[in-house]
């Protein structure tokens, strides 16, 4: 799986990026994209975490806005820390 990538990230101002393979484990150094220009990094995830679920490229603390798409999706309700689980736990959106 060293040539699969675990992590999309979309646009290069994101600062979540969402899995995209089942069963990634604390401690998997991923493979990271960059759909915008196909640019890969690395990053190492701090939790187990589901398929389509985010995580955080960067310290995110209470207050931060998320960024997806190049879009804000929402805020941060909770810290995550880079690597960490970003879902419902610690973001919510702005609209309620």
């Known amino acids: 799986m060293a040539n699969i990538p675990q992590?999309?990230?979309?646009n290069p101002d994101d600062n979540v990026g969402v899995v995209v393979v089942e069963g990634l484990?604390?401690?998997?150094?991923?493979?990271c994209v960059v759909t915008h220009d196909n640019s890969d990094?690395?990053?190492?995830?701090?939790?187990?975490?589901?398929?389509?679920?985010?995580?955080?490229?960067?310290?995110?603390?209470?207050?931060?806005t998320v960024i997806k798409y190049g879009e804000?999706?929402?805020?941060?309700?909770?810290?995550?820390?880079?690597?960490?689980?970003?879902h419902t736990h610690n973001l919510k959106t702005k609209r309620w």
């Open 7 to 10: 992590l999309l990230v979309h």
């Open 25 to 31: 484990k604390a401690g998997t150094e991923m493979l």
């Open 41 to 64: 990094f690395r990053l190492t995830a701090k939790a187990d975490i589901p398929i389509g679920h985010k995580v955080a490229l960067k310290d995110l603390k209470a207050g931060d």
């Open 72 to 86: 804000d999706i929402g805020k941060m309700v909770g810290g995550a820390g880079t690597g960490e689980h970003v």
